[in-house]
């Protein structure tokens, strides 16, 4: 057998087998860095369409055609603008991992850019050379090409440098057309997985009295009761014995997603070394440090909190209801009230002596629990989808470029 063909990715659209070109991005486009707004230049409307460079890694994907900000009118004689179809690069970050962040501007005007970034005029196409900025291959060439201690940048020459792969134009057409639609449906899996959120916020607050109310303005069908008044403290106990079981797993505050309830690796590689608070399947724990990040969590495990947590125990409530309470509005509310600024820490003192509006019958709290446990299951299962899409992309993305 002969030697495998170089610059021939693994998979690739049929009708298509001459070895891809590399060529300096600087021979292949024109690269041209922006100029500078600042926040105080920004407008509500009637405004010159703007994309600051901070922006590309957080509110846009790989194609544009509209912006979610603009400037003001009179600072067009010192802005730059980049034509339809030119690629957007953020030219600095905190970190490397977001540093050269593209996006195509596919909008029907110009677009001014911010002077931490450069407008890329790519003689083929350009959603092909954004697809490719996202590859396992050009972040290690980025990393090269960045400097930088706490902020990360890359020059314009620097980026002129980096080599890119260059197939013909159709095969170009082709890949970005292939991943723009694969964008889309990353967009269309994000878009279900926040409607889904959305709906659980709205049907918390429809589920639970509002402030002044003794029943819940949406409620199952049969209960009739009006909800009782109980302060937490009655309900639940807080454990606080510290436990050194080695063999249990630890769950630290980095663990948890954040505002879901959701570890974000599996049991199995959860630490085992320090001490802690033990908590059983059904317990809750609570992020009290910085609570307006909502750490919590019910486990479905026994395993040790280590950190700033509160695991608190059901004693006289659905453990399902009790974990509703913790993201209601009214819990949340209360524990934000920190003396703290910096580092804000929820106060059990007075959580657990307020009163929190709870149905007088069991069935109606297990009821609610239920429902909620089998919304969050719907949630988990559009985060799954959404983060399997992103994965095949990622392995597509290192299967069809060289």
Same mark, same amino acid.
């Given at each position: 057998m002969g030697k495998p063909k170089q610059n021939v990715p693994k998979l690739r659209f049929p009708g298509f087998t001459d070895p891809w070109e590399q060529r300096k991005l600087g021979e292949v486009a024109t690269v041209v860095r922006g100029e500078r707004f600042t926040a105080s230049d920004y407008v509500s409307e009637d405004g010159i369409p703007c994309i600051h460079y901070g922006e590309i890694y957080t509110s846009y994907g790989s194609v544009a055609t509209s912006t979610i900000s603009q400037v003001r009118k009179e600072l067009r004689p010192t802005l730059r603008f980049a034509e339809p179809g030119d690629i957007i690069v953020a030219g600095t970050s905190e970190n490397v991992e977001d540093v050269c962040k593209a996006v195509v501007w596919l909008g029907n005007t110009q677009v001014a850019y911010h002077d931490d970034s450069f407008a890329v005029s790519f003689s083929g196409d350009p959603v092909f050379l954004a697809s490719y900025f996202q590859t396992g291959e050009f972040f290690s060439r980025k990393t090269s090409a960045a400097h930088g201690v706490k902020v990360m940048r890359v020059s314009r020459e620097a980026l002129m440098s980096i080599v890119i792969p260059t197939p013909s134009l159709p095969e170009q057409y082709l890949i970005g057309a292939f991943f723009r639609d694969f964008d889309d449906l990353i967009?269309?899996? *994000? %878009? =279900?997985?926040? !409607?889904? $959120?959305?709906?659980?916020? /709205?049907?918390? *607050?429809?589920? #639970?009295? %509002?402030? +002044?109310?003794?029943?819940?303005?949406? %409620? #199952?069908? +049969? #209960?009739?009761?009006?909800?009782? *008044?109980? $302060?937490? +403290?009655?309900?639940? !106990? %807080?454990? /606080? /014995?510290?436990?050194?079981?080695?063999?249990?797993?630890?769950? =630290?505050? =980095?663990?948890? !997603?954040s505002d879901e309830g959701t570890l974000n690796k599996p049991i199995k590689k959860l630490g085992h070394s320090k001490k802690g608070i033990m908590f059983s399947p059904g317990d809750t724990l609570y992020g009290k440090l910085r609570p307006y990040l909502h750490n919590w969590l019910k486990p479905h495990f026994k395993g040790v909190a280590v950190g700033d947590f509160w695991v608190l125990k059901p004693k006289e409530i659905d453990s399902d209801f009790l974990y509703r309470i913790v993201q209601s509005d009214a819990f949340d509310k209360l524990a934000n009230v920190s003396a703290g600024s910096k580092m804000p820490r929820a106060d059990w003192s007075l959580i657990s002596s307020s009163y929190f509006s709870m149905p007088h019958k069991a069935t109606e709290q297990r009821l609610i629990g239920s429902f909620f446990r089998d919304v969050d299951d719907l949630i988990t299962l559009h985060q799954r989808e959404l983060d399997h899409v992103k994965l095949l992309k990622k392995a597509l993305l290192q299967q069809m470029f060289v």
């Open positions: 967009t269309l899996h *994000q %878009r =279900e997985l926040d !409607n889904v $959120k959305l709906l659980k916020k /709205s049907l918390l *607050q429809k589920m #639970f009295p %509002r402030d +002044g109310a003794d029943v819940p303005e949406l %409620r #199952f069908p +049969g #209960f009739t009761d009006p909800w009782e *008044q109980r $302060k937490l +403290g009655d309900v639940v !106990n %807080r454990a /606080s /014995s510290a436990c050194d079981d080695a063999h249990l797993p630890r769950v =630290e505050y =980095e663990d948890i !997603n």
